[in-house]
C-alpha cells in the first residue's frame, strides 16, 4: 500500500489557519476582559458602590425570582421587567430618569417613586442600593 503524503504547502496553510483561529480568539477575550473592566470601573465611580458585591447582594435578596439579570444564575423571573441593559435605557420604572441617583433611590423606596408599582419595598440600605445599582449599570 502506497502512503499519502500531503503537500507541505497545505500543512503551511493548515498552520496559518490555525494561528489565524488562535490570534483572533486571544484578541477577542483580550477586548472583552478590557470591556468588562471599564464597564465596571465605570459603574462603580457612577454609583460609588462595588459591582462584585451588588451580585451577591442580589442574588441573597432574590432579585432574580422576578426580573431577568445578565450574569445571575437562575435570574430569569417574568414578573418584574428584564433588566439586560438597563443602563442604556432612558427611564426606569416607566418615566423616571435612569441615572445613578435616581436607581439608588428605586432600589430603597420603590413604593415612594411610584406608589403601587409592583416593585416591593425590600428594606434595601444606601449602601446596599448602590451595589446593586453598580451591578447592573456594569452589565449593560
Not at 500500500?1 to 477577542?28: K, T
Not at 432579585?63 to 414578573?79: E, F, L, R, T
Request: one cysteine or more; aromatic letters at 4%; glycine letters at 12%.
Amino acid at each position: 500500500m502506497r502512503e499519502r503524503r500531503f503537500p507541505s504547502s497545505l500543512a503551511f496553510l493548515a498552520v496559518l489557519v490555525l494561528l489565524s483561529i488562535g490570534a483572533a480568539l486571544a484578541g477577542g477575550l483580550t477586548l472583552y476582559v478590557q470591556t468588562r473592566v471599564k464597564n465596571e470601573t465605570q459603574a462603580e465611580t457612577m454609583t460609588a458602590g462595588h459591582v462584585a458585591h451588588g451580585h451577591a447582594l442580589i442574588v441573597g435578596y432574590g432579585c432574580g425570582s422576578c426580573h431577568v439579570i445578565p450574569g445571575v444564575d437562575g435570574a430569569n423571573g417574568k414578573v418584574g421587567p428584564d433588566l439586560t441593559g438597563i443602563a442604556k435605557r432612558a427611564a426606569i420604572a416607566g418615566s423616571l430618569s435612569n441615572d445613578p441617583d435616581t436607581m439608588v433611590r428605586w432600589l430603597k423606596h420603590p413604593q415612594a417613586l411610584r406608589p403601587g408599582s409592583g416593585m416591593p419595598e425590600m428594606g434595601i440600605s444606601d449602601p446596599t442600593a448602590r451595589d446593586i445599582a453598580a451591578y447592573l449599570y456594569a452589565r449593560s
